[in-house]
């Protein structure tokens, strides 16, 4: 089964659950339902990494330190691009080097994410003008001020636009669970859901 390549960017400042959210539900989804199904990679149709400008440690909000596991001159092709939010996005939004690779990876991906305020990461690189959006609460004013005629929708959970972005923090995991029913239908991402037991929406 060829798997698709989800690559996670994290930077310093990035949220935890913003990060781990979606990193569980894609890395315990499997095509074949069943506890015994998630002790093998065999019907896991996600190959999930984390990716960050070099391999050195990002310390995350709380201090919890993540060892990327590629870094953006070795990651290999990308085929869901996921990206974070945090306070760290606000020196992300200023980091030309970031914002390109963002841009490169987007033009190549089969879907593009955000959780949270990395939707104004998003916005930055040009990828959600004349698109509906969303991203944290506190952030709706300076998420419409970073493109070009986004449209943000103040009262969704996520938003699927051409490119998926997600409100604050814990609403990333409803976020890849609708990544999951459109790619493999609902019944594999309720089976996900009820692994993990997290009760969708």
């Known amino acids: 089964m060829e798997r698709r ?6 930077f310093d400042g990035v949220a935890v659950l913003d990060l781990a959210g979606p990193f569980e539900v894609l890395t315990r989804t499997r095509l074949e339902p069943g506890t015994e199904s998630r002790r093998t990679e065999e ?3 996600f190959d999930v ?3 960050a400008k070099t391999r050195e440690p990002v310390t995350a909000t709380g201090g919890l330190v993540v060892m990327p596991r590629h870094s953006f001159a070795d ?3 990308i085929d869901l691009l996921v990206v974070p ?3 760290g996005t606000r020196p992300v939004l200023q980091d030309a080097e970031t914002i390109d690779w963002i841009r490169r990876s987007a033009a190549s991906a089969e879907r593009v994410a955000s959780v949270c305020t990395g ?5 930055r690189a040009g990828l959600l003008d004349n698109r509906r959006a969303t991203t944290h609460w506190g952030s ?9 005629n986004i449209t943000v929708d103040r009262e969704a959970r996520f ?10 923090v814990a609403s990333g995991m409803d976020l890849a669970f609708h990544v999951v029913e459109t790619f493999f239908g609902k019944d594999v991402a309720d089976e996900t859901a009820r692994y993990i037991e997290y009760r969708r929406g």
Do not use: E, K, R, Y
């Open 140 to 148: 709706f004013g300076l998420l419409a001020s970073l493109g070009h």
């Open 75 to 77: 990651a290999p092709h």
């Open 5 to 10: 390549n989800v690559g996670i960017l994290v």
């Open 85 to 87: 939010g945090g306070f």
């Open 159 to 168: 938003v699927d636009d051409g490119v998926l972005t997600s409100a604050g």
């Open 43 to 45: 019907s896991a149709p």
């Open 119 to 123: 939707a104004l990461v998003l916005a």
């Open 49 to 51: 990494f984390t990716v």
